[in-house]
């Protein structure tokens, strides 16, 4: 009777891990291998102190894609295009983008400008990486019609170069994109319309066009296939103001011409690494999100 008793709890205990751990597998590999960027200006405390054991903690956490906010001189945070990508690669890190830029050039220095983006670019391209993307524009961008041409005609020209080597080239937007209107029209819709769609490309952040007044699917559905790379972005870390929809964009992601997505966190509750840690697990968690 004891033997019989034994057995039974024995089979019972199995299959109850059986049916336990096989829920978990289940459901873990889609939350764990939701390929999630994350915009390392997010850490960059962090990363000017100590960036391989940075790059390291966020690799444990879970994320797959980086994007550096460290280019300069040739170098990845003091480290050479081969240094950091094997560091990223070690981390189980793809580094595949990258904010850096330089503002409009006048005519006096465009070819030294165009020099620049020539050791930019190959040191992107010694990285592996496919995706530059200019975070921002000087006041020449916003004061003008002809500031907004001379920066549409630079950006044309530096996706030329760019496409040459096997790289994007994209704008990175803030609010100001928005709010800034001349003749009727956005300085964002200024630039979709005067931009080659084979040579620029651009992200979108998902904040900024809210903190600017407009939807973010509308301009999906009025310029499909522009919006390459998103900045997923909240007041905080992700979730944290309660006010962000990232469903809906999510929604139409296909329309949008999204590729990947990238975690921002430019304010926080927490430490840096923490914020980072909580909007990583916003979206592992998120059905929405693939």
């Not at 205990?13 to 764990?32: D, E, H, Q, R, Y």
């Not at 100001?176 to 490309?201: C, I, R, S, W």
Request: with cysteine; hydrophobic share 35%.
């Amino acid at each position: 009777m004891r033997t019989s008793t034994n057995f039974h709890s024995i089979v019972l205990v199995a299959f109850l891990a059986i049916f336990v751990f096989g829920n978990l597998s289940a459901k873990t590999p889609t939350a764990k291998h939701k390929q999630i960027g994350i915009q390392l200006w997010s850490v960059r405390d962090d990363m000017q102190k100590d960036p391989v054991g940075t790059i390291e903690k966020l690799g444990k956490m879970g994320y797959k894609l980086v994007e550096a906010a460290g280019y300069s001189d040739g170098k990845f945070y003091g480290m050479t295009p081969a240094e950091f990508k094997a560091l990223c690669n070690k981390n189980g890190l793809n580094f595949f983008s990258s904010h850096t830029g330089h503002p409009v050039p006048t005519k006096e220095n465009w070819d030294e400008t165009m020099k620049w983006w020539d050791t930019c670019i190959a040191a992107h391209k010694a990285a592996g990486v496919k995706y530059i993307v200019q975070p921002s524009m000087d006041k020449v961008g916003y004061e003008s019609i002809e500031g907004i041409q001379r920066y549409c005609d630079y950006f044309n020209a530096v996706g030329e170069k760019c496409n040459k080597n096997g790289i994007r080239f994209g704008y990175h937007n803030h609010n100001a994109e928005f709010t800034t209107v001349h003749n009727g029209q956005t300085v964002y819709d200024y630039m979709l319309t005067h931009t080659d769609p084979k040579k620029v490309m651009f992200q979108l952040d998902l904040y900024w066009i809210a903190q600017g007044g407009k939807n973010a699917v509308d301009y999906f559905n009025k310029y499909p296939k522009r919006f390459e790379l998103w900045h997923i972005k909240d007041e905080k870390e992700l979730g944290a103001s309660g006010t962000m929809d990232f469903k809906t964009p999510f929604a139409n992601a296909a329309k949008a011409g999204m590729k990947n997505y990238i975690v921002e966190v430019e304010r926080y509750d927490f430490e840096p690494l923490v914020s980072v840690q909580r909007s990583l697990e916003f979206l592992q968690n998120a059905d929405y999100v693939k």
